[in-house]
């Protein structure tokens, strides 16, 4: 199983599909913001905590498929609504 990881990470950009949902979370934590794809042209930014999202954004609560499950629970950047500024 740690191979499949490992074939993901080396294509460039890591693909969902090929990693267990822990992998996932864990490759988040340890990069703080990453692009993850989960399809040939599905693909978006996952951050660890609103300090890798830009000024006037903040963290949204998300799901990615993943190998093993089909809302592995995520986090990524998100416009901060206007009247909460």
């Given at each position: 199983m740690r191979m499949m990881?490992?074939?993901?990470?080396?294509?460039?950009?890591?693909?969902?599909?090929?990693?267990?949902?822990?992998?996932?979370?864990?490759?988040?934590?340890?990069?703080?913001?990453?692009?993850?794809?989960?399809?040939?042209?599905i693909f978006d930014r996952f951050v660890s905590s609103p300090y890798f999202c830009m000024g006037g954004e903040t963290i949204d609560y998300t799901w990615v498929r993943t190998r093993d499950a089909r809302r592995c629970p995520v986090y990524r950047c998100k416009e901060i609504e206007e009247w909460f500024r």
């Amino acid at each position: 199983m740690r191979m499949m990881a490992d074939a993901a990470l080396a294509q460039g950009r890591p693909n969902s599909l090929a990693m267990s949902c822990s992998s996932v979370q864990a490759l988040i934590q340890q990069r703080g913001g990453i692009v993850i794809g989960s399809g040939p042209d599905i693909f978006d930014r996952f951050v660890s905590s609103p300090y890798f999202c830009m000024g006037g954004e903040t963290i949204d609560y998300t799901w990615v498929r993943t190998r093993d499950a089909r809302r592995c629970p995520v986090y990524r950047c998100k416009e901060i609504e206007e009247w909460f500024r």
